[in-house]
């Protein structure tokens, strides 16, 4: 690897791309949803650090926690090296939307009366990342921290340099556009089309 330390033994670095080809693929995910487009060099830079500190990481079981956290502290970095983060649209046009009314009232489906559970069912894990690329970054990188990496909204202000009630009113808008862009998807992949057995 370019700029390895020349401390690092053959079974160091041996060990090192193992591990490192492991988490990979959700690295990859993670930081796609955090920076989008940038997320190859968030990546590379995570790695590199990673390598640099590999004989930090003691037990490999810890391999995934540790690759998290070095990849946060990368995309945090890249959040305060930019200008500034990218503005919010003062146009709030997702406020009055509900995706509960919208089932209730478009889809023909004979829901139960766990109508909103009965709909996220029909999502796989692919369908749900995909709608999470249509939400705005801004939104986006809120959504995933807290609610698939278990951050609180306290530890994302502080990574992102802003005051707490900021991320709740991201979280607030970013929950209404991940709806929304649900319903929009549901409709354009057929998921909303009753089956001839009766069945989705």
């Not at 009232?105 to 990342?129: A, G």
């Not at 990574?159 to 991940?178: C, E, N």
Request: charged fraction near 30%; hydrophobic fraction near 35%.
């Amino acid at each position: 690897m370019a700029g390895s330390p020349a401390s690092v033994s053959q079974e160091q670095e041996g060990s090192f791309t193992s591990v490192a080809r492991e988490q990979l693929p959700w690295l990859y995910a993670l930081a796609r949803q955090l920076v989008g487009e940038d997320a190859e060099d968030a990546v590379q830079e995570c790695l590199l650090k990673a390598y640099r500190g590999y004989d930090r990481l003691r037990d490999r079981k810890a391999a995934p926690a540790w690759f998290r956290q070095i990849l946060l502290n990368c995309v945090r970095d890249r959040y305060r090296r930019q200008a500034g983060l990218p503005r919010e649209d003062p146009r709030d046009p997702t406020e009055e939307y509900s995706l509960y009314r919208t089932i209730a009232e478009q889809d023909p489906w004979p829901y139960s009366d766990s109508v909103h559970l009965d709909f996220l069912r029909c999502f796989e894990h692919d369908d749900v990342w995909q709608v999470l690329d249509r939400v705005k970054p801004l939104y986006r990188a809120p959504l995933v921290l807290v609610h698939m990496e278990g951050m609180s909204t306290n530890q994302v202000a502080r990574m992102f340099g802003v005051a707490q009630g900021t991320v709740l009113s991201w979280l607030h808008r970013g929950r209404k556009l991940f709806e929304e862009a649900l319903w929009e998807y549901a409709n354009e992949h057929d998921l909303l089309v009753e089956s001839p057995g009766g069945s989705r």
